[in-house]
Nanobody, 114 residues
Framework: QVRLVESGGGSVQAGGSLRLSCVAS????????MTWYRQAPGKQRALVAI???????NYADSVKGRFTISRDNAKNTIYLQMNNLKPEDAAVYYC????????WGQGTQVTVSS
């Protein structure tokens, strides 16, 4: 059974930092492209950051220079370090694993107050 479990969300003030984690099980983690998405109320789910199985990362323009995605294949875990958070970063953050199929986690809430 595939499971993706996000953690690390919470409430911070603008300018603060959070680190999200996503632990995967039931997949060959090292072969998967891993992605962080977010969805704010009333908006579509949007890609935030992606990291390939080779460790190549790309980011949405809105988070470049502030967010960093990383992966630890030994721990079947990806991370999203979020710095200088802005109110517009508030959303539910989801991780996804993609190889032959795509699997999603349940999400973790991030709230940013101004």
């Amino acid at each position: 059974q595939v499971r993706l479990v996000e953690s690390g969300g919470g409430s911070v003030q603008a300018g603060g930092s959070l680190r999200l984690s996503c632990v995967a099980s039931g997949i060959i983690f090292s072969r998967n492209t891993m992605t962080w998405y977010r969805q704010a109320p009333g908006k579509q789910r949007a890609l935030v950051a992606i990291i390939s199985n080779a460790g190549i990362a790309n980011y949405a323009d809105s988070v470049k220079g502030r967010f960093t995605i990383s992966r630890d294949n030994a721990k079947n875990t990806i991370y999203l370090q979020m710095n200088n958070l802005k109110p517009e970063d508030a959303a539910v953050y989801y991780c996804a694993a993609s190889w032959v199929s795509t699997y999603w986690g349940q999400g973790t809430q991030v709230t940013v107050s101004s």
